[in-house]
């Protein structure tokens, strides 16, 4: 696609379900960030795929948080016994190489709201 | 561990005129990346301007530039002939060098909302 394709676009759930946050990226393009961004900050850094491979998840912020991106294309963050502390925007990019000097190009992001 | 400070959580701007947004950071580094985004209503982060912490030349694209100061770790933004387009969050973010484990992701500021006066 011409850009990074973020779904659902909003989300609410209820306290201890489970979501699925769903990220397209750049077609071609071998990395992948999430990030999180609470409510009046800058985003944050949760977890980097280099194709299918998941290079790093130190941002994640508890076990219940998983991320994958088993073909090195689509990736999904799942969020398992949700808390109200998950609400928030996470963002997606893709970057098509390694390079810091390749910029990263952002989704709309998924806004979560946990009630 | 890498930071970024933005110290202007709001700054406003008449139509036409020049605005600056600050912003500082701190890495042990001497090879990095810096990068000013752009946030609007509709969430989505668009790059402005990046600059190469080895390129001693500030970036400039069309209305944007920066003021780098390596020495000093600043990193400030002007816009000139301000748009009212231009109002959105505006978030400044370090990315480290290609080595030493780095894996790209990129360390962002808090933002500065920036509003534009007709």
């Known amino acids: 696609g011409a850009g990074v394709s973020q779904s659902p676009r909003y989300k609410v759930a209820k306290r201890g379900q489970d979501v699925a946050l769903r990220c397209d990226p750049i077609s071609g393009h071998v990395s992948l960030f999430w990030y999180q961004q609470a409510l009046g900050q800058g985003p944050e850094f949760l977890t980097y795929f280099q194709n299918e491979a998941q290079l790093d998840k130190s941002g994640l912020p508890s076990d219940r948080f998983f991320a994958e991106r088993p073909e090195g294309s689509v990736s999904t963050l799942k969020i398992q016994r949700t808390q109200q502390e998950d609400s928030a925007v996470y963002l997606c990019?893709?970057?098509?190489?390694?390079?810091?000097?390749?910029?990263?190009?952002f989704g709309d992001g998924t806004r979560l709201s946990i009630l | 561990a890498q930071t970024v400070t933005q110290s202007q959580p709001e700054m406003s701007v008449q139509e036409a005129e020049t605005v600056t947004l600050s912003c500082t950071y701190d890495t042990s580094e001497s090879d990095y990346y810096l990068f000013w985004y752009k946030q609007p209503p509709s969430r989505q982060m668009i790059l402005v301007i990046r600059q190469e912490a080895y390129k001693q030349q500030n970036a400039t694209e069309n209305r944007f530039s920066v003021n780098f100061q390596k020495a000093a770790k600043s990193f400030s933004l002007k816009i000139s002939d301000s748009q009212l387009g231009d109002a959105a969050m505006y978030f400044c973010?370090?990315?480290?060098?290609?080595?030493?484990?780095?894996?790209?992701?990129?360390?962002f500021g808090k933002g500065t909302k920036l509003s534009v006066k007709p």
């Open positions: 990019a893709s970057s098509g190489t390694i390079s810091g000097n390749q910029p990263q190009h």
């Open positions: 973010a370090y990315r480290g060098p290609n080595y030493g484990g780095s894996q790209g992701n990129l360390i």
